[in-house]
């Protein structure tokens, strides 16, 4: 068994060779990466997103904000953290994490504090989200998109925990956030 971060001594580099979009959308890009590894040419396929920020919003009673939406890769709505994408690839992720509070829940907070990063997944895609710990919201309004329809809903720790465990919570960047949030805080509001 390897000890953390140690490599092993047979690995061969993988050279990549050549990168060709394939397919430009509105939040990605697609990419046929051609591969050297272990002496053998290989397609791979390579997805990029510019990133985004999420939030765990937390009420003074101690509950999480959630936002409930449709998501048309999975065919229905989800539970999850209020998140969005950078305005731009350089936007900072937390002027990014303060908009998208405010946006989707109609609330805002002063002080954001960083709770985790997330790589979505890592297979593919260079997806990465940075998660924030709003506290002290104060109430605004909604600012959604033309095509967003979002339903924001207060709970309980312990029953967003019973849905992860119960494996009707399965959305990455929500579970790792409510997981962090319960190990770094527990019981404390």
Not at 127 to 148: N, T, W
Request: net charge negative; charged share 30%.
């Amino acid at each position: 068994m390897r000890e953390n971060g140690e490599r092993a001594e047979k690995n061969i580099p993988v050279k990549r060779l050549s990168r060709n979009l394939k397919y430009q959308g509105a939040i990605l890009k697609v990419y046929e990466d051609t591969v050297q590894v272990n002496g053998h040419e290989a397609k791979w396929d390579f997805i990029h997103h510019d990133g985004a920020a999420a939030v765990v919003p937390v009420t003074d009673e101690g509950k999480i904000l959630m936002v409930r939406q449709y998501r048309n890769a999975l065919d229905r709505y989800t539970l999850e953290i209020p998140a969005g994408k950078l305005d731009e690839p350089d936007e900072p992720k937390i002027k990014c994490a303060y908009r998208e509070l405010e946006e989707e829940t109609g609330f805002y907070s002063e002080n954001l504090e960083y709770l985790l990063s997330v790589n979505t997944t890592i297979a593919f895609c260079d997806e990465a989200i940075d998660i924030f710990l709003a506290r002290d919201l104060k109430p605004s309004a909604q600012h959604l998109d033309p095509d967003e329809e979002i339903e924001v809903e207060e709970w309980e720790l312990s029953d967003l925990l019973d849905l992860i465990y119960t494996g009707k919570m399965t959305d990455g960047k929500t579970v790792a956030s409510i997981l962090a949030y319960a190990c770094k805080y527990g019981n404390s509001k």
